[in-house]
Every structure is written in structure tokens, then in C-alpha cells.
């Protein structure tokens, strides 16, 4: 089964030096989606004021299968 690696970039850049068995590149993408989900709870300060988090998926030679970014768009209407 391949290797797949979910780097993270919020306020810090998080290489994944263990990785993930997954079956498949959709796999590892879905995996990726299920991270997401759970880090923008934890970064949403980071991404209120960067407005970006982002995770890219290699696989195990290191080419990027996968790139998924979360970004957040904030407008202030006048008063």
C-alpha cells in the first residue's frame, strides 16, 4: 500500500515525516479533506488573520499528489 504525507502550512510550515498507508491518490486526498476539517477549528485565529491554511499531499517520492487550501475572505461594510 503506498505511503502518502500531509505537509501543513498555517503559522508554521509541519513537515510529515511519518505519513499515512492509504490504498490510493483519492484516498489521500479524502484524508486530506477529513485534516482539514479538523485544523481549521484549532488555526482559525491563524487563518483570521493570514486567511489561509494549506496542506499538500506527497507521495512517497516526494512528488505533490495533492494541494488543498483553505482560505477565508473577510469584507467590513461601512458604516
Do not use: K, N, W
Not at 499515512?20 to 481549521?40: G, K, Q, T, V
Not at 491563524?46 to 475572505?73: F, K, M, P, S, W
Amino acid at each position: 500500500m503506498p505511503r502518502y504525507f500531509f505537509d501543513i502550512a498555517s503559522e508554521h510550515a509541519i513537515r510529515d515525516e511519518d505519513g499515512e498507508d492509504l490504498p490510493d491518490s483519492e484516498a489521500a486526498r479524502d484524508m486530506a479533506i477529513r485534516i482539514a476539517a479538523e485544523l481549521l477549528p484549532v488555526h482559525s485565529r491563524q487563518l483570521a488573520q493570514t486567511g489561509r491554511v494549506a496542506i499538500t499531499v506527497r507521495d512517497e517520492q516526494g512528488a505533490t499528489v495533492h494541494e488543498l487550501e483553505c482560505r477565508l475572505t473577510t469584507r467590513t461594510q461601512p458604516v
